[in-house]
């Protein structure tokens, strides 16, 4: 299972953002005191009482906007609603019920998502219980009253936001399938792929982007193996519209990408790779997701004996965090290497799961740092004593040093290319936490 899904919902202007901010613990969304200031739904990962979830920040909801830039906010905030576990539902005491909150409250209801509703902008607890009295009205949740501006009431929020979590373990999941998230932009092919597949239409396949509505899961079985596809709704490009509003799925794709074990990012072979693609393949390396990336309509390009290089070459550019994702080029139209995704699949999804023995990893760190010693800072060298992994999906080890702050990133890339030249770990982020030893 992944990470709960938590939207953060309401009209422009209520403290979302601010609410956002708080709970993410840096300033990631604009905050202005105009309405419908955030313009890109922005995601972050929370932990409170011990369980973690995703947070998204949405644009506000207004039901009655005539202008194209609110009614795209509210159609993100709808698709919020839909792919989310549990809705944080905003509104402001300060300004009381209005239309368009009641309109907001209609749509949650009709949703059926668990709901938790948060009265912001409540400045003095002492007589919260006479400011949120009115909320009682919309009939929805009990009103908790919050200040997210000076974090007041915030703790007994979230207590009732994790209590609509499924408690770990709910469900048991079958660990011979292998569940795989096919994402990116819109119209770059990704039904097309899951069709060709599957040998027949079950995907609606057309020109115009955003045609999948839903992520879909497709159960298929070759030779012995058993996958589950999700496909997405695409991530569209951005509009031209000045305020370069980011449409749509990007909370599909999130969603899509924490229920996964191995991410196949689609690219556009005539379009090459854009900001949109380095997004979506963010996302999946931040959550430490085994990756492919699976270049689309390459029979529809101009090809000479340099034209793959070049376009490798412009990936590992543009994707210096992930070189360890394979590469493959392909068209959903003729089939061409289509079967090849199944054997990259397989090898990328063992990797993601490789565990390595204790004294095998330190035989391999000893020749390491033996070959290229760390080194020193102010005339303290870094010394490392002891390497073991703990856990996988993505592989994880925890490093033993003499100081923690003497660990710099370059070393620890060095590290990681040596046990990547050892085990593999292809298609695979591996990730190291570095401890003092006496801790």
């Known amino acids: 299972m992944g990470k709960p899904i938590v939207a953060v919902v309401g009209r422009p202007n209520v403290g979302k ?73 905003v509104v402001d005491v300060k300004t009381g019920i209005t239309d368009a909150d009641e309109q907001v409250a209609n749509m949650l209801r009709k949703s059926g998502k668990p709901l938790v509703l948060a009265v912001n902008k409540v400045d003095d607890m002492r007589k919260a219980n006479l400011d949120i009295y009115e909320f009682y009205s919309l009939g929805l949740s009990e009103p908790i009253p919050i200040s997210a501006g000076q974090a007041l009431g915030l703790g007994d929020m979230l207590d009732e936001v994790v209590k609509f979590f499924p408690e770990t373990g709910d469900e048991e999941e079958d ?55 999700i496909d997405t709704a695409g991530m569209r490009r951005k509009s031209k519209i000045k305020e370069n509003i980011e449409k749509y799925s990007i909370i599909r794709a999130i969603a899509a990408v924490e229920r996964c074990d191995v991410c196949v990012l689609v690219i556009n072979a005539e379009e090459g790779i854009t900001d949109q693609d380095t997004k979506i393949a963010g996302i999946a390396h931040e959550r430490g997701k085994a990756a492919i990336i699976a270049v689309n309509k390459w029979d529809a390009i101009e090809k000479d004996g340099k034209t793959m290089n070049k376009f490798i070459k412009d990936i590992d550019m543009e994707l210096k965090y992930m070189p360890y994702a394979p590469k493959l080029f392909v068209s959903a139209l003729t089939g061409q290497r289509i079967d090849q995704l199944f054997g990259l699949i397989r090898i990328v999804s063992e990797n993601a799961s490789l565990r390595i023995a204790t004294g095998i990893l330190n035989e391999v760190l000893i020749e390491a740092v033996a070959m ?67 801790d």
Do not use: C
């Open 175 to 229: 660990d011979e399938t292998i569940k795989i998230a096919i994402v990116g932009k819109p119209n770059v092919g990704k039904s097309s792929i899951i069709n060709r597949i599957l040998g027949e239409d079950r995907l609606i396949v057309s020109d115009i982007p955003g045609t999948t509505r839903d992520a879909i899961d497709t159960p298929y079985e070759k030779d012995g193996h058993n996958y589950v596809f």
């Open 372 to 438: 290229s010693p760390p080194p020193t800072d102010k005339g303290k060298q870094l010394k490392i004593y002891f390497v073991t992994q703990v856990s996988v999906k993505p592989p994880t080890f925890v490093l033993f040093v003499n100081d923690t702050e003497l660990m710099h990133f370059s070393y620890k890339r060095y590290i990681e290319n040596q046990f990547r030249q050892a085990f593999g770990f292809t298609g695979t982020p591996i990730h190291f936490i570095v401890r003092n030893r006496k």
């Open 17 to 89: 953002s601010t609410l956002f901010n708080r709970l993410a613990g840096e300033r990631i969304s604009i905050v202005e005191d105009t309405p419908g200031v955030t313009r890109d739904r922005i995601y972050a990962d929370v932990e409170w009482l011990g369980k973690e979830f995703t947070i998204i920040d949405t644009g506000g909801i207004d039901p009655d906007a005539e202008d194209i830039i609110t009614r795209q906010m509210m159609k993100q905030a709808e698709i919020a609603i839909e792919t989310s576990d549990v809705v944080l539902f």
